[in-house]
């Protein structure tokens, strides 16, 4: 019991970087005894205000969900905002009096004496298909270059360049980059246009000249065309753009 509060702040803590970097606003409830509940008063005041205490010491504002709690403990949820400020059941901690007790699960303390457990419940997403959804309407299907399936595409003007394209991509695979190419026998605007729909990141249109060059021409979502570029250039800017998690 004298650990709960710290045990909570460190899952705080890990609720607040997971939001963070996935881009999220969030509120933070303390939903406490429900109408009908297990175990004793006294140990839901204990562990209500353990919970209390380690929102304190977190630093963030959060509003009482008074009776929100589950039969089995209080709990702490954290609620995302999508897109139109909507709040969504994310990462939740909930404090359970009913396992330990149902499978008699002890300690021994340091007096020697065995002791009921205190058991933590904690996900740091929520649901995942609720999470899922929440975040490809949060960013409007344009994931951001650290969670895009394909980072980079790789468009060929004409067969003639599907080789160089291929050694592109063997390259910057090679680097850790989620890269494929684009062989279809369609002209380059199809290419760039269903590369546009599909929202991925990077765009890199290889012809002849820059597969003489051992170059290639970047076009990004939302910015443009950035230039023609050696793959060396180009990963400086993948990793960068990485390590800002933008």
């Not at 919970?51 to 304190?56: I, N």
């Not at 394209?165 to 369609?186: C, I, P, W, Y």
């Given at each position: 019991?004298?650990?709960?509060?710290?045990?909570?702040?460190?899952?705080?803590?890990?609720?607040?970087?997971?939001?963070?970097?996935?881009?999220?606003?969030?509120?933070?409830?303390?939903?406490?005894?429900p109408e009908k509940?297990?175990?004793?008063?006294?140990?839901?005041?204990?562990?209500?205000?353990?919970?209390?205490?380690?929102?304190?010491?977190?630093?963030?504002?959060?509003?009482?969900?008074?009776?929100?709690?589950?039969?089995?403990?209080?709990?702490?949820?954290?609620?995302?905002?999508?897109a139109l400020e909507?709040?969504?059941?994310?990462?939740?901690?909930?404090?359970?009096?009913?396992?330990?007790?149902?499978?008699?699960?002890?300690?021994?303390?340091?007096?020697?004496?065995?002791?009921?457990?205190?058991?933590?419940?904690?996900?740091?997403?929520?649901?995942?298909?609720?999470?899922?959804?929440?975040?490809?309407?949060?960013?409007?299907?344009?994931?951001?270059?650290?969670?895009?399936?394909?980072?980079?595409?790789?468009?060929?003007?004409?067969?003639?360049?599907?080789?160089?394209?291929?050694?592109?991509?063997?390259?910057?695979?090679?680097?850790?980059?989620?890269?494929?190419?684009?062989?279809?026998?369609?002209?380059?605007?199809?290419?760039?246009?269903?590369?546009?729909?599909?929202?991925?990141?990077?765009?890199?249109?290889?012809?002849?000249?820059?597969?003489?060059?051992?170059?290639?021409?970047?076009?990004?979502?939302?910015?443009?065309?950035?230039?023609?570029?050696?793959?060396?250039?180009?990963?400086?800017?993948?990793?960068?753009?990485?390590?800002?998690?933008?």
């Amino acid at each position: 019991p004298e650990q709960l509060r710290e045990e909570v702040i460190g899952v705080l803590d890990l609720s607040d970087f997971m939001m963070k970097s996935f881009g999220f606003k969030y509120k933070i409830f303390l939903a406490t005894r429900p109408e009908k509940y297990i175990g004793t008063d006294e140990v839901w005041e204990r562990a209500t205000g353990s919970l209390k205490d380690a929102l304190k010491e977190f630093g963030r504002e959060y509003e009482v969900d008074v009776g929100g709690g589950v039969y089995y403990g209080p709990k702490i949820d954290i609620k995302m905002e999508d897109a139109l400020e909507r709040l969504w059941q994310g990462p939740t901690i909930q404090v359970d009096f009913n396992l330990p007790e149902r499978f008699d699960v002890n300690y021994v303390a340091s007096d020697g004496k065995e002791k009921r457990v205190v058991m933590v419940h904690r996900t740091v997403l929520g649901s995942m298909e609720r999470f899922l959804g929440v975040l490809l309407e949060h960013y409007g299907g344009l994931l951001p270059l650290w969670l895009a399936p394909v980072q980079v595409i790789v468009l060929p003007v004409k067969s003639e360049q599907k080789d160089y394209a291929q050694e592109v991509k063997t390259e910057l695979s090679e680097r850790g980059f989620r890269v494929q190419v684009d062989e279809r026998n369609e002209s380059l605007p199809a290419k760039v246009r269903d590369a546009e729909l599909e929202k991925i990141p990077y765009m890199l249109i290889v012809g002849e000249r820059e597969k003489e060059e051992k170059v290639v021409s970047v076009r990004a979502k939302g910015k443009g065309q950035i230039g023609r570029l050696r793959l060396e250039e180009l990963g400086e800017i993948l990793l960068e753009e990485l390590k800002r998690r933008g």
